[in-house]
C-alpha cells in the first residue's frame, strides 16, 4: 500500500524567505511523486513531479522538489517566497499500473508574512 | 477555454434529496475522475473513469452513481443526500489510465455542496 504524510498543516514565513514543505512517503515500488498547489476557491493545479530519471524535480513558479530514495521523501523548496505562493500544497503518490490511483497528502497551507 | 468544467459551482439543498453534478472536459483526455475534499481539506478518490468503463471504484455509498455519457463527461448522481455528504467535489481527467498513474491530472475547479 502506498501512503504520503505531509508534515506541518501550516506552515508560515515571511515574503522573500525560503519556502520548505516536507513529504515523506511510503510505497512498495518505485513511486511516482507529485506535488499540487490549491489557490483559495479553486481546484488543484499540478507544480512538478517526479517519475523516473533526474531527481531533482523544477517545476512552474520556482518551486522545485529533490526525490530521496534513501530518505523516502520529496520535500518542495522555493528560494524566495511571494505573497502569491499563499494557497494549500498537496504532496501524492503513485505507481505505474492500470487503474492505479493517486494517492494525495493531508495538505500543508503555506501562509506568507509581509 | 476552460480545460475541465463542473456545474454547479455551489450546489445547496435538503436532506434527503439526490442531486447531479456535470462534469465535462475538453482536453481529450481518457481518463475522468471524482473526488471528494472535505473540510479539513483531506482529498480522496471516489471514482475513476476511462473510456466510459468504471475503473476506479473506491469504497463509497451506493447512493453515489457516476455515469459517463461519453469520454469527455463524467457526472455525479447522488441520492437521499445526507448531512455527511456536504463538501467540495472535483471532477479532473488525464490522459490515459495505464501510463496515467504519471499523468498529471487536470482538475476542474470544484462543486461546493452543502446539505442542510
Not at chain 1, 8 to 31: D, I, Q, T
Not at chain 1, 85 to 106: H, L, P, Q
Not at chain 2, 63 to 76: E, G, I, Q, T
Not at chain 2, 85 to 99: E, G, L, P, R, T
Request: net charge positive; with cysteine; glycine share 6%.
Amino acid at each position: 500500500a502506498q501512503s504520503v504524510t505531509q508534515l506541518g498543516s501550516h506552515v508560515s514565513v515571511s515574503e522573500g524567505a525560503l519556502v520548505l514543505l516536507r513529504c515523506n512517503y511510503s510505497s512498495s515500488v518505485p513511486p511516482y511523486l507529485f506535488w499540487y498547489v490549491q489557490y483559495p476557491n479553486q481546484g488543484l493545479q499540478l507544480l512538478l513531479k517526479y517519475t523516473t530519471g533526474a531527481t531533482l524535480v523544477k517545476g512552474i513558479n520556482g518551486f522545485e522538489a529533490e526525490f530521496k530514495k534513501s530518505e523516502t521523501s520529496f520535500h518542495l523548496t522555493k528560494p524566495s517566497a511571494h505573497m502569491s505562493d499563499a494557497a494549500e500544497y498537496f504532496c501524492a503518490v503513485s505507481r505505474y499500473s492500470s487503474a492505479s490511483k493517486i494517492i494525495f497528502g493531508s495538505g500543508t497551507r503555506l501562509s506568507i508574512r509581509p | 477555454d476552460t480545460a475541465v468544467s463542473q456545474t454547479p459551482k455551489y450546489l445547496v439543498t435538503q436532506m434527503g434529496n439526490d442531486k447531479s453534478i456535470k462534469c465535462e472536459q475538453n482536453l481529450g483526455h481518457d481518463t475522468m475522475y471524482w473526488y471528494k475534499q472535505d473540510s479539513k481539506k483531506f482529498l480522496k478518490i471516489m471514482f475513476s473513469y476511462n473510456n466510459k468503463e468504471l475503473i476506479i471504484n473506491e469504497t463509497v455509498p451506493n447512493r453515489f452513481s457516476p455515469k459517463s455519457p461519453d469520454k469527455a463527461h463524467l457526472n455525479l448522481h447522488i441520492n437521499s443526500l445526507e448531512l455527511g455528504d456536504s463538501a467540495v467535489y472535483f471532477c479532473a481527467s488525464s490522459q490515459d489510465v495505464v501510463s496515467g498513474s504519471s499523468d498529471t491530472q487536470y482538475f476542474g475547479p470544484g462543486t461546493r455542496l452543502t446539505v442542510l
